[in-house]
């Protein structure tokens, strides 16, 4: 199969310029666009959207640096950190405290630090793979999801606020 | 795809949600995460250390309806059980009991992992009470992420 980087063509890195990348699938797009093309080239759009959304997420974009370097990701780093997991833990009950008590604030608050975070975590992913330390990239990765489930609840509890 | 009664009703209407104190030190607790999908489990015990029988249960899950199942099922199951017993607990118990898809055994891992870890928690407390040596604790190679409340 071929990876995302193959697929649209670009170099197979973690800092890929974003812009560029968004108009290259625009150019792609228009060339295997199944209205345009023969029914066969559906299969082929298809693939390319696939290959376009994991560009554009971190964490699939770093873990598809990983597989193109021939990484394995199965068995992916256990988070053994109990300080890690008990940061998380209390994150994840500050959250659901600020939900049940409707805090806006509070949520916002939470959600802007666990952003930061991410995005500190995102910095340091880009730096070990640019090092090719596989083993720090990986541990970088499992520690963004966290965050990011974090992060999904935030959308979740935002949308609960909107239809109040 | 449809999920079994057991595993809506656990998830519907968790057993044993709660805290323990974590410095009592009859309680042990274990706090694991899954890497996969950013979920946290807390499973803590009260065992009684004269007969080891396993006399409460609490847990804390934040993750999707088959992690919360089946904390709430290990929660259930390891009441009444001696500290012996439990260890023994496999999540296959727990996958077969709720009939979790296959994409969901991680979450029964996850349970059955954080028995062991609050096991091995209360095991080393009652280590120390005797005065014996705790285990060194596993050495860290990363700076830890700060996070502040």
């Given amino acids: 199969m071929r990876s995302p980087f193959d697929i649209l063509g670009v170099e197979a890195r973690f800092d890929l310029d974003q812009v560029a990348l968004e108009k290259r699938f625009r150019d792609l797009s ?65 959250l659901g405290d600020a939900r049940a008590a409707r805090d806006v604030a509070k949520v916002e608050a939470l ?13 340091a992913l880009a730096a070990s793979l640019e090092a090719h330390d596989h083993g720090a990239a990986r541990r970088h990765l499992g520690r963004m999801r ?19 | 795809m449809a999920y079994s009664d057991k595993l809506i009703d656990h998830y519907e209407q968790p057993r044993n949600v709660g805290t323990l104190d974590k410095e009592d030190p009859n309680v042990g607790s274990g706090l694991v995460g899954a890497p996969a999908c950013g979920d946290v489990m807390r499973l803590q015990i009260k065992v009684n250390p004269e007969t080891q029988i396993i006399e409460d249960a609490k847990f804390k899950t934040f993750g999707c309806g088959s992690a919360i199942a089946s904390s709430s099922l290990a929660t259930e199951w390891v009441k009444g059980k001696t500290v012996e017993e439990a260890m023994a607990l496999k999540n296959t118990d727990i996958v077969k009991e709720l009939n979790l898809p296959p994409v969901k055994i991680h979450c029964s891992v996850l349970a059955e992992d954080a028995i062991k870890s609050a096991i091995a928690d209360f095991r080393k407390k009652q280590a120390v009470a005797r005065g014996e040596a705790p285990e060194a604790a596993a050495p860290n190679d990363e700076t830890i992420v700060p996070l502040t409340k």
Wanted: aromatic residues 6%; charged residues 35%; hydrophobic residues 40%.
């Fill in chain 1, 30 to 94: 228009r060339e295997v666009h199944p209205d345009r093309s023969r029914r066969a080239e559906l299969g082929a759009s298809i693939d390319l959207n696939a290959a376009y959304r994991t560009l554009k997420d971190d964490l699939a974009r770093g873990r598809a640096v990983l597989e193109a370097r021939g990484v394995p990701m199965q068995g992916e780093e256990r988070e053994n950190d109990p300080a890690f997991l008990m940061a998380i833990m209390e994150l994840r009950e500050a």
């Fill in chain 1, 111 to 123: 959600a802007a630090q666990v952003a930061d975070t991410y995005a500190a975590s995102c910095r």
């Fill in chain 1, 146 to 164: 966290y965050y990011r489930r974090f992060l999904d609840e935030v959308d979740v509890i935002r949308e609960e606020n909107e239809l109040a």
